[in-house]
């Protein structure tokens, strides 16, 4: 049966390398191996109490519509414009520069697509017009795509939070400097490529200058509003607790409302965008997790958890290797780690304490090895955007990310586990 369930698990990421529905494959597995195993009611349960999780669906959805109303308020475009604006007047810090600021508004806005499209638009056709390589330029915005792994509406945290019986916020405070300082590495890294490669700021003749006749002017308080909810979550947080404790749909809704009456947006397109983005939530990201929750009791009824946990408690270092590895190659072969990283931690990461790990440190590497494995997949939909906005082809971002996305999983495995 271990071995039939295997064979299933298998087919099932080869379905979803080749782009089958990811939530329809997982389903199906899921539901195929808890037959075989006698278990298809236990599995159906997961399903549902996923799409119903109080702690879990709040916090998704009212993300995915705070950053809607984000993006159709222009508040995304007067941060990015002034991120982009910081980095023209240091051109040795241009490419750096690029990564850590895609990086940054990935955290407040955690999608790597929107993220990419957002940033890439602006901050690219600026690397190529001060004589930065195209694909060079590209893969310095997709690089900084992983930035929402640190943030409290990322599927992941959620999820971690409630295995772990802690907020979203200790989970994040739990991984933040390792993944801040791989954040750093990685766009070093990518520099030094640049250096040696010869495609840095001024290498390339792109005859394309800057024109700043029609520049666009940034409003400063529009540009920090994205980061409010963040803000106001930082300073509430058990670790710092400087004002009244917020919960991540608490502090959505509020910046929500702050945009709204900052921008003086038209109230009732607003609301709309904001609960579109609820619906989107749910659609994209909680159905899809109810679908992994199946996937992972379908794992447990067929015996292959079972399995993988004794062969993981020999070895504390298969363990630290599978979690941050297995996510990142599943990551970089499909162009996106989701299904890997979320199987992950619903079959193993409870079980964290039998390796000599704990939750939050276990999960928290499978998130960030496949969030690190996606940042250098030559077809994930973030790579892509920036390939095609820089007009070169998507695996030479992946051939220019990879030493950068390696390393950084090394160091955030090595100082988190």
């Not at 295997?6 to 939530?23: C, D, H, M, P």
């Not at 997961?46 to 809607?68: A, D, H, N, Q, R």
């Not at 600021?101 to 806005?109: D, E, G, R, S, V």
């Not at 270092?317 to 299904?339: E, K, M, T």
Request: hydrophobic share 55%.
């Amino acid at each position: 049966m271990i071995w039939l369930g295997l064979a299933i698990v298998i087919a099932t990421f080869y379905a979803i390398i080749k782009n089958y529905e990811t939530r329809m494959v997982l389903f199906i597995s899921g539901a195929v191996m808890a037959i075989l195993g006698g278990g298809l009611a236990g599995a159906f349960e997961s399903f549902v109490k996923t799409m119903v999780e109080g702690g879990l669906v709040p916090t998704i959805c009212t993300v995915m519509g705070f950053s809607y109303v984000m993006d159709c308020t222009g508040c995304t475009k007067h941060l990015v414009t002034f991120l982009t604006n910081l980095l023209k007047k240091v051109k040795i810090l241009l490419v750096p520069g690029a990564v850590l600021a895609t990086f940054a508004i990935n955290i407040a806005l955690p999608s790597a697509a929107g993220a990419a499209a957002a940033v890439g638009a602006l901050l690219i056709p600026t690397l190529i017009g001060t004589g930065v390589h195209p694909a060079l330029a590209a893969s310095a915005v997709f690089l900084g795509t992983w930035g929402s792994s640190m943030s409290p509406g990322l599927m992941f945290n959620p999820q971690i939070a409630k295995m772990a019986q802690v907020d979203v916020m200790t989970v994040i405070a739990t991984f933040s400097a390792q993944a801040t300082a791989a954040a750093f590495v990685a766009a070093l890294l990518l520099a030094v490529i640049a250096h040696i490669k010869k495609e840095g700021p001024g290498s390339q003749h792109s005859g394309e200058a800057i024109d700043d006749k029609d520049k666009f002017h940034v409003n400063y308080i529009w540009a920090i509003t994205p980061v409010v909810p963040l803000v106001l979550l930082i300073l509430g947080s058990k670790q710092v607790h400087m004002i009244p404790e917020f919960s991540v749909p608490q502090a959505m809704v509020i910046g929500t409302i702050i945009g709204m009456l900052i921008t003086r947006f038209n109230v009732s397109e607003a609301t709309k965008k904001f609960f579109k983005g609820n619906g989107d939530g749910f659609a994209d990201i909680v159905c899809l997790m109810a679908a992994a929750a199946m996937f992972t009791q379908g794992m447990t009824a067929i015996g292959i958890t079972g399995a993988l946990i004794d062969v993981m408690k020999n070895s504390q270092q298969i363990a630290q290797v599978a979690s941050a590895f297995g996510p990142f190659i599943i990551g970089v072969v499909s162009g996106s780690g989701n299904a890997a990283a979320l199987a992950f931690n619903g079959a193993v990461t409870p079980h964290a304490a039998q390796f000599g790990y704990g939750i939050i440190e276990l999960g928290s590497m499978a998130q960030i090895g496949a969030g690190l494995g996606r940042t250098m997949s030559p077809v994930a939909g973030a790579g892509i955007i920036c390939a095609k906005i820089a007009g070169v082809n998507p695996m030479e971002l992946a051939k220019r990310n990879a030493i950068p996305t390696i390393v950084a999983t090394l160091i955030v495995m090595f100082t988190l586990l």
